[in-house]
């Protein structure tokens, strides 16, 4: 017996298997400019925290070495494929169905472990706003340990399951999404209401004892680095959000599958990849000067 599910992925109508000559170069270009800014800026950040600054290397910052490996996975697998997709629609009308087989098993395992990672970091945030005494030591243990073992575990089981059922897992897409962005957000909400709670008991604190403590600088440290984390969960969710909408519409595309505007709403959600080390650079003063040291010893090499 045939599977039905898999069928809709590698055999679409002859009408479907072309894309319109600006679209298709410009789809090219663009996703071609992501895979090389993005494959280079993840390997920025990857290079940054394990090699190049010891400032960076704390489990915070292990989660988004972990993140951008996901993102590497977009930026050398995914971007690449859409890019071979698009050149055989557009040049020579071919569906494509071996290279979009191997894009839905790549992209499904790349999202899911981008989304749980947002997630694990947003627990990881919480855990440093709500206990930082205990943060540290929670992490070292066994946190971080246990939040890569569940983000790598569930990517690969949901993304083996997602060929063989693909119309029963459009739903769990939508409950993923739906269980997690619940976390993000009970997460943030936390930390705003603890950050608001603390500067609200400081203004009642005699100003002889409000002095600079290490305490309160790690602590200033750890919200802007929240703030941080949340910039990234906010441009994460404008770029997939519409994906999720027009192309796994409670179960059902609302756009034609591979069609322009579902290539595009695809684009827009791989670029992504290749956004998060510019806002770490935006934000984060060590990874700018960690990226700075790095390029430079690359010029220094050529």
């Given at each position: 017996?045939?599977?039905?599910?898999?069928e809709d992925?590698?055999?679409?109508?002859?009408?479907d298997?072309?894309l319109?000559l600006a679209?298709?170069?410009?789809?090219?270009?663009?996703n071609?400019?992501g895979?090389?800014?993005?494959?280079f800026?993840?390997f920025l950040?990857?290079?940054?925290?394990?090699y190049?600054s010891?400032?960076?290397r704390r489990c915070?910052?292990?989660?988004?070495?972990?993140?951008?490996?996901?993102?590497?996975?977009?930026?050398?697998?995914?971007?690449?494929l859409?890019v071979?997709?698009?050149t055989k629609?557009?040049?020579f009308?071919d569906?494509?169905?071996n290279l979009?087989?191997?894009?839905?098993v790549?992209?499904?395992?790349?999202c899911?472990?981008s989304?749980?990672?947002?997630?694990?970091?947003?627990v990881d945030?919480?855990?440093a706003?709500?206990v930082?005494l205990?943060?540290?030591?929670?992490?070292?243990?066994y946190?971080?340990?246990?939040?890569?073992?569940?983000?790598?575990g569930?990517?690969t089981?949901?993304?083996?399951l997602?060929v063989?059922f693909v119309?029963?897992?459009n739903?769990?897409?939508?409950?993923?999404f739906?269980?997690?962005?619940?976390?993000?957000i009970?997460?943030?909400?936390?930390?705003?209401?603890?950050?608001?709670?603390l500067?609200r008991r400081?203004?009642?604190v005699?100003?002889s004892t409000?002095?600079r403590?290490?305490t309160?600088?790690?602590?200033?440290?750890?919200?802007?680095?929240a703030?941080t984390?949340?910039?990234?969960?906010?441009?994460?969710t404008?770029c997939w959000?519409?994906l999720?909408?027009v192309?796994?519409?409670v179960?059902?595309?609302?756009v034609?599958?591979y069609?322009t505007?579902?290539?595009?709403?695809?684009?827009?959600a791989?670029?992504?990849s290749?956004?998060?080390f510019?806002?770490?650079?935006?934000?984060?003063r060590?990874?700018?000067d960690?990226?700075?040291?790095?390029?430079?010893?690359?010029l220094?090499?050529?």
């Open positions: 017996m045939k599977n039905n599910s898999l992925i590698t055999n679409l109508s002859a009408s298997c072309s319109p679209h298709g170069i410009s789809l090219m270009a663009v071609s400019v895979a090389v800014v993005g494959t800026g993840n950040v990857c290079t940054a925290v394990l190049t010891p400032r960076l915070s910052n292990y989660l988004l070495v972990s993140l951008a490996i996901a993102d590497l996975i977009v930026t050398m697998v995914c971007e690449p859409v071979g997709i698009a629609k557009t040049f009308n569906c494509a169905s979009r087989l191997a894009y839905v790549a992209s499904n395992f790349s899911a472990a989304v749980l990672h947002l997630a694990a970091i947003s945030r919480f855990l706003v709500i930082p205990r943060h540290g030591h929670i992490m070292k243990s946190g971080l340990k246990v939040m890569l073992i569940v983000v790598w569930a990517s089981v949901f993304a083996s997602r063989p119309k029963v897992t739903y769990v897409v939508f409950v993923m739906i269980i997690n962005y619940f976390l993000i009970g997460c943030y909400l936390s930390i705003t209401i603890s950050v608001f709670l500067r400081k203004r009642h005699p100003a409000q002095g403590t290490l309160s600088v790690r602590s200033k440290v750890e919200r802007r680095f703030f984390l949340a910039i990234v969960i906010g441009v994460f404008a959000v519409p999720i909408v192309g796994y519409h179960g059902k595309s609302l034609k599958l069609g505007a579902y290539m595009w709403a695809t684009t827009l791989l670029l992504n290749a956004m998060n510019l806002i770490y650079s935006a934000r984060i060590d990874f700018r960690s990226y700075a040291r790095i390029c430079r010893k690359i220094r090499c050529n």
